[in-house]
Each structure stands twice: as structure tokens, then as C-alpha cells.
């Protein structure tokens, strides 16, 4: 993706079933479940990097000593800087004990680090807040173990407010407003009615407290408790958490909208968003990866049982197609797949688009994530052009001889790797002019590699949101080769709606479809239509989510998407650029085609999967109306 998107959080979880003399024993170190997270987080660092945090919990541990530690880090690479603190107390440990690094009660006992359950998460600012309290894992801390709450997540929530006045009306004094401490608060209620039910029962069976303690952490009931807390979440999530005891959970919303996968062995239990981030740091195949079920819990008890149990009924499975096309790492064995069917899937509008000009036209793609779009896109060039052949020979088959063969066969896609992402730039320069230069020279070009003036230049990127930076940076420098016509290849389709589920696409007025959308209605004096819309989403404003109806589709309904392509290409080609500029997106019909388990595409449809989704689209229709500059949720 050229324009810059932040997108969903990541979560690990490591929970070792074995004493950690086991590990260092056939591992070498106690420190193997530590590494592990290391390698896990670090493996999904495209899924956020302005901040970083990871906990450890000791299970066993004697009142009156450490039992829970976290650090977390806003500074740039915060994974490297939250394991350069851990190892840094490990140091400072062994200094002041060196059986630290092969005692393993020694090291439980006084390394921050050293214990059998971890959790990692890595996310990206929302709200414009990247401080450190707003960096998971979360802890909701208690006295009582099994009331010590951590929770990290990979979500978001469409009804905070709901779920806020619902905290308010039970009694409870919320300290922020936002949906990652509602969260936690709503599971922290139903997790300590649970306690409390359980001490009510063992004290009338005259238990002594103490005892009760225990007993209560072996009988906890973590899918009733997280059926009730989530009962009435409206968005996507793949919420990890901790008590404080040992237990552990992973829960995933019914839409399965965000992605939770896990794998288990006699030796260890481990979850994390990316399926090939597992087979990777375990060395495990594809098939011995599962995934959370949507609307199911993981649940990995104290004691090393591990559940997988529905807590929520299952809705429409609407898996996130935009993760597929652009955020998930692409050594995914389906998703290497699906995004070369997605390339491959454009050819036939790309070879009308060049009149089927092979010998005129040069193919390329814009780095990095459009590669594998653009290795399907070359298949199909190549498998057109064998049926081509097999067609020109079958009807020429008499009066074939060398010369025709040779010129039958030379005829291939022209290939070249034309842009080149320099450097990755800090906006250093407060000078918006010497910024937006900065800017233009994020992408460089490989010179000579077109015919000036003769050539169509065909380039594919996996998607196109804002348009800013085709506009400001890549079309300029691709211009300078001079082609006679750029055509930019989309292998997502047009991006029309905002996304409100843990990927920052949240202001329909960002979006150049929705742009190009607008001009043209301002053209054709079709005004009324804008204002009908607008009328019309302050009329469900103070409606139940459920009875709201996405108006915002209107905008586009009086427009083929040809013709919303066309002006799409009319507005990122600025003044600057001599060439003619074309632009082709991926059809719907077609993303399902390439993704046929993840039909999640409410970016392109406006098709929400929860009520919540319909709610905040017209809320972003009249932010942008009123001229707010604001988020919708």
C-alpha cells in the first residue's frame, strides 16, 4: 500500500506446561518460553510498531513475593526495548546471584521474567494517543490472584457508549473512556461476581478462608464469566487475557472479523494473530496450527487443560478481506495464494486498458506488499499469452515454419522493476514545504527501463485509500521516465467506507473514491443528493444501532464504478504529470473469487456485519459534512 495505513494490533500468548527445569534441561535455559515471545512479537511487528508491551506470570509463588511483571514501551522499536529490560534485570539479577541463570526456583524467585505464562502484544496509536498508559497488556490488579486481571487485544468496539453508561449503571466509576478499559472492566465485573459466588459457596460449606483461595482457582468458570461480559460487544476483537493465578483465554468476536490462531503439545500452548508466525518460531506444520473459532474462547486452565468452548452465538462469518490483501504477513501459505489470485484475477481489464499491446507496454509493481499481486498478475499475462499462441499455431499450423515460431514465441510481458522505495523518511523537517519534498523522494526509479513517450507503463499496489501519496510522490517520479500512459492496477477494490474495527480508516473524507464520488455529483448538479444524505443520517442519529439504516451508499449509486475510476485517476494526476493516467480496481465479485472464506468487505461495500458498522458510517458522513475532522467512533 502506498499511502500509509495503521492498522490491527497483535497478541501472543505462551503458556508453559512443563516446570521450567524441564525447559533448561532439554533446551539449555529456562528462558526458552521468554524467547519464544520474543520471536513471536517480533515476527508480527507489521502489526503495529508505536508501541509494545509484554507480561509474564509466575504460577505458585509465596504470598509476599512478585508474582506478575510487565514493561511496555512507546519508543521507537519498543520490542527491543521492552527485552532490553527484561535482560537488563536478568543481569542485574545474576550479579546479585548467579545461580539465577541455571537454578530455576532460584530464578523464579528473583528474575522479573522467569515464569509459566507469558503474554505479548504489539499495537499502533489511535486517538492520537501513544502514551504509556494507553500500551497493553492492561492489568486490573487485586489481592487475590484469581481476581488479578491482564488483558491485551487485537479490536475495537463500535458501542463504548453503551457499554460505558451499562459500567456507570452497575455502579462502577470507569477512569477512561475508551473501549480497551471498558473492556477490561467488563470482564473484571463478571469475573468478580464469579469469585464471589464461589467464596459465597465454600464459605457456607465452612472452608476456611485460605483454603478458599485455592479452591476457587481450580473451579473458576472463565467461559461463563467471558460469555456474559461479551454478550453485547458490537465490533471486531481477539481479546487475550491472564488471571492472575495462571488461568489464560483468547476470545474472538462471532463475525470472526479479527483473527486469533493457536497451536498445542505436551510442552506448551501458544496463540497468536498470525497463523505463519507460529509454524515458523515452533517449527510446526500448517495443518497442526488451528484457528479460534468466531465466537468461541481458547481457554488454557492453571493446571495445563486447554478448552475450546462457544460463549457467543456465531454470526455470519465476515472474516476482515482487507487483512488478507495487505495487513497479514504473506509467507501465510492462503494468503500467498489469494493475493496472486487477486493479481492474476485483473488481467483481462489490464489487457483492454493496453489495447493487448505486449510490445508497448511494461509491467511492474510498487514495492513491497504489491509484489505478490504482481507475480499472479504476471501468470495471467503469460497464460493469456499461451492460449494466444496455441490459437495463432492451431490456425497456422500449414504454413508454419522457424522464423514465425521465433516471432510467435518472443512475445512476452515486459518486465522491470521500476520503482524503488529509497528510504523509510521521518517527517524531521517541521518546514512544510521541505516536508512535502522530503515526501516525494520516499520512491526512486530505475532509469531506461521505458521507451519515452512510446511505452504504457502498467504498475499494480495492492490498494489504493487517500490516493496522497500516487498523487505526491509516486506518479511524479514514475513521470519522469517519460511513458506515454501510467496505469495504476489496484488488487483491492474501491475503497468507499470506513472501516471501524481495529483499522485506522475511519473519515469517509480521506478516501478518494469517496472524493471522486463527491466531485462528480457537484459536476452533474446533483447536489440534492449530498444533502438528502445528509438529512437523512442526522434523522437516525439518536436511533438504537440496530434500526440504523447506511444512507452513505447513496453518494454512489447514481455512478458506474468506471466512472468513479475515471475520476479517481482525474484527481491524483495533478498538474505536474505530462502522462496520461488510468486507473483499474479490483471488482468485488472477484475479491471473493481470490478470498472465498473471508467475505468481510464492508471497505468496498458498505455491507457492515454489525449493526455498529451502519452507525458509524453516517456519523463519518456528517463529520465530513459539517467539516469536523474527526473519527466516527
Known amino acids: 500500500m502506498s499511502d500509509a495505513i495503521k492498522h490491527e494490533c497483535g497478541i501472543a500468548i ?7 527445569e524441564y525447559y ?11 524467547n519464544k515471545l520474543y520471536l513471536l512479537m517480533e515476527k508480527q511487528h507489521n502489526r503495529g510498531q508505536d508501541g509494545a508491551g509484554a507480561v509474564c506470570i509466575k504460577t505458585d509463588m509465596q504470598p509476599g513475593v512478585k508474582y506478575i511483571n510487565r514493561y511496555r514501551s512507546v519508543r521507537i522499536n519498543p520490542i527491543q526495548h521492552i527485552f532490553e529490560q527484561i535482560n537488563d534485570n536478568l543481569k542485574r539479577s545474576i550479579e546479585a546471584d548467579e545461580t539465577c541463570l541455571h537454578d530455576c526456583q532460584t530464578a523464579k524467585t528473583n528474575v522479573d521474567f522467569a515464569g509459566e505464562v507469558y503474554m505479548g502484544h504489539l499495537r499502533y496509536g489511535t486517538f492520537g494517543k501513544n502514551e504509556i498508559e494507553y500500551v497493553h497488556p492492561v492489568i486490573r490488579q487485586n489481592n487475590w490472584r ?20 451499562y459500567l456507570i449503571d452497575f455502579g462502577q466509576h470507569p477512569r477512561d473512556y475508551s473501549d480497551t478499559v471498558t473492556a477490561l472492566e467488563m470482564v473484571g465485573l463478571y469475573l468478580d461476581e464469579e469469585n464471589q459466588r464461589l467464596f459465597r459457596d465454600y464459605k457456607n460449606k465452612g472452608i476456611p478462608n485460605k483454603d478458599i483461595s485455592h479452591h476457587i482457582e481450580e473451579n473458576i468458570d472463565l467461559n461463563k464469566i467471558l460469555a456474559s461480559a461479551s454478550q453485547n460487544w458490537d465490533g471486531g476483537y481477539a481479546m487475550a487475557g491472564l488471571l492472575g493465578h495462571g488461568d489464560s483465554f483468547v476470545i474472538r468476536d462471532p463475525w470472526g472479523i479479527r483473527p486469533a490462531h493457536y497451536y498445542a503439545d505436551d ?7 498470525e497463523r505463519p508466525v507460529i509454524q515458523t518460531v515452533f517449527n510446526v506444520p500448517f495443518e497442526k496450527v488451528n484457528e479460534v473459532l468466531p465466537g468461541h474462547a481458547l481457554v488454557i486452565r492453571k493446571n495445563g487443560t486447554v478448552q475450546h468452548s462457544l460463549v457467543r452465538v456465531p454470526r455470519t462469518t465476515t472474516p476482515c478481506s482487507f487483512e488478507r490483501i495487505y495487513f497479514s504477513r504473506g509467507t501465510d501459505t492462503d494468503i500467498y495464494r489469494e493475493r496472486k489470485k487477486l493479481g492474476e484475477l485483473l488481467v483481462p481489464k489490464i489487457l483492454e486498458a493496453i489495447d493487448y499491446d505486449f510490445e508497448n507496454t511494461v509491467f511492474s509493481f510498487i514495492p513491497n506488499t504489491a509484489e505478490t499481486a504482481f507475480y499472479g498478475m504476471l501468470k495471467g499475462l503469460e497464460n493469456y499469452l499461451l492460449q494466444r499462441n496455441k490459437k495463432i499455431i492451431s490456425e497456422n499450423r500449414d504454413y508454419l515454419n522457424d522464423e514465425m515460431l521465433d516471432q510467435i514465441f518472443s512475445l512476452r510481458p515486459r518486465v522491470e522493476k521500476i520503482a524503488v522505495k529509497d528510504v523509510k523518511l521521518r517527517t524531521f523537517i517541521s518546514n512544510d514545504e521541505s516536508r512535502n519534498d522530503l515526501v516525494n523522494h520516499v520512491y526512486d526509479i530505475t532509469y531506461g527501463t521505458i521507451v519515452p513517450h512510446r511505452d504504457t507503463l502498467v504498475i499494480i499496489d495492492d490498494s489504493i485509500v487517500r490516493g496522497t501519496t500516487l498523487r505526491e510522490s509516486i506518479l511524479r517520479i514514475l513521470d519522469r521516465l517519460n511513458p506515454r500512459k501510467i496505469i495504476i492496477v489496484s488488487s483491492a477494490p474501491q475503497i468507499r467506507y470506513p472501516d471501524c474495527y481495529g483499522i485506522d480508516m475511519a473519515k469517509l473524507g480521506d478516501f ?11 459536476e452533474r448538479g446533483m447536489q440534492h443528493v449530498i444533502e438528502s444524505v445528509y438529512e437523512k443520517c442526522k434523522a437516525q442519529q439518536n436511533l438504537p444501532k440496530e434500526e440504523i439504516i447506511n444512507y452513505v451508499s447513496q453518494i454512489y449509486q447514481p455512478f458506474s464504478t468506471e466512472e468513479v475510476s475515471a475520476k479517481i485517476a482525474e484527481i491524483i494526476r495533478n498538474s505536474h504529470i505530462k502522462s496520461e493516467v488510468g486507473v483499474i480496481f479490483q471488482t468485488v465479485e472477484d475479491l471473493h473469487r481470490a478470498c472465498p472464506a473471508n467475505h468481510g468487505d464492508w471497505y468496498f461495500t458498505g455491507d457492515y456485519p454489525t449493526p455498529g458498522g451502519n452507525k458509524v458510517v453516517n456519523t463519518s458522513f456528517i463529520n465530513f459534512k459539517e467539516g469536523r475532522n474527526q473519527r466516527a467512533y
Open 512 to 522: 478518494v473514491a469517496f472524493q471522486a464520488a463527491i466531485a462528480l455529483l457537484n
Open 267 to 273: 510442552e506448551v500452548v501458544v496463540v497468536a494473530s
Open 14 to 20: 505462551i503458556r508453559l506446561l512443563k516446570p521450567l
Open 24 to 34: 533448561h534441561q532439554k533446551y539449555g535455559t529456562w528462558q526458552w518460553g521468554m
Open 146 to 165: 484469581s481476581r488479578t486481571l491482564v488483558m491485551a487485544g487485537n479490536f475495537n468496539l463500535t458501542n463504548v457508549d453503551e457499554m460505558f453508561r
